[in-house]
C-alpha cells in the first residue's frame, strides 16, 4: 500500500462559485499520470457547513459521499443522503445542499463523461468509480488500478488520506474507507 496523497498536505481553495471550500487531492492532471487508461478524473474533500448551490461542473459524472447525512436537490427534486452512502449525478444538473444537520466533509469523484456519449465502445477508456464503506467490495481485476481513501482517522492512517493498493492487496474494512476502482 503506497500513500498518494493526504488532506493534512493541502491547502483549500474555493468553489468555483465561491460558495464554499474544497480541498483538492487529486487533480484532472495528477488523474492523467496515475491512471492513463481511465477517463481523467477528480477527487476533493468539500467542506458543507451551510446550505447553497453546488458549482456546476458541464461533463463531469460526479459522485458525493458526505460524512453526515444531507438533503439535496437535484433538478428540484430532493433527496435525502445517507451518512457515507454515495450519490451519483451529472455535472450540469442543478444540485442544492438544502438540509444539513451539521457542518461536515463530502468526498467527491468527479470523472470526465466518455465524449462518445452514454454507449462508449470498446476503445473507449474505462471509468473510475466510487464504493461507499457499507457496500461490498467488488472483485479485483488483473491490472485494474485501486485505491482507498481512509474517511476515520486511525494512527497508521489520517483521515482523508488517500492510499494505491498493489494487485495483490485487499482493501481493509476497518479503515472506515471508501473505495475507488
Known amino acids: 500500500m503506497r500513500v498518494l496523497t493526504s488532506f493534512d498536505d493541502r491547502a483549500p481553495v474555493p468553489w468555483a462559485n465561491g460558495a464554499g471550500e474544497t480541498t483538492e487531492l487529486v487533480s484532472i492532471t495528477d488523474s ?4 492513463p487508461h481511465l477517463r481523467p478524473w477528480r477527487l476533493s474533500i468539500a467542506r458543507l457547513e451551510r446550505p447553497g448551490p453546488f458549482s456546476a461542473l458541464p461533463r463531469m459524472d460526479r459522485t458525493f459521499l458526505p460524512t453526515s447525512e444531507v438533503v439535496l436537490t437535484v433538478d428540484g427534486t430532493a433527496r435525502r443522503v445517507p451518512e457515507r452512502c454515495p450519490m451519483c449525478f451529472r455535472g450540469e444538473q442543478a444540485v442544492v445542499l438544502t438540509d444539513l444537520a ?14 462518445r456519449g452514454p454507449e462508449p465502445d470498446a476503445d473507449s477508456r474505462r471509468r473510475l468509480s466510487m464504493i461507499g464503506p457499507r457496500q461490498p467490495s467488488p472483485p479485483r481485476l488483473a491490472g485494474q488500478p485501486c485505491f482507498v ?9 489520517p483521515r482523508f488520506q488517500l492510499f494505491e493498493l498493489s494487485a495483490s492487496e485487499l482493501p481493509r474494512d476497518h479503515l472506515g474507507s471508501v473505495i475507488l476502482h
Open 32 to 35: 492523467e499520470a496515475l491512471t
Open 102 to 115: 451539521e457542518p461536515c466533509f463530502a468526498v467527491n469523484l468527479m470523472v470526465v463523461e466518455d465524449a
Open 149 to 157: 481513501l481512509t474517511l476515520d482517522a486511525a494512527p497508521h492512517a
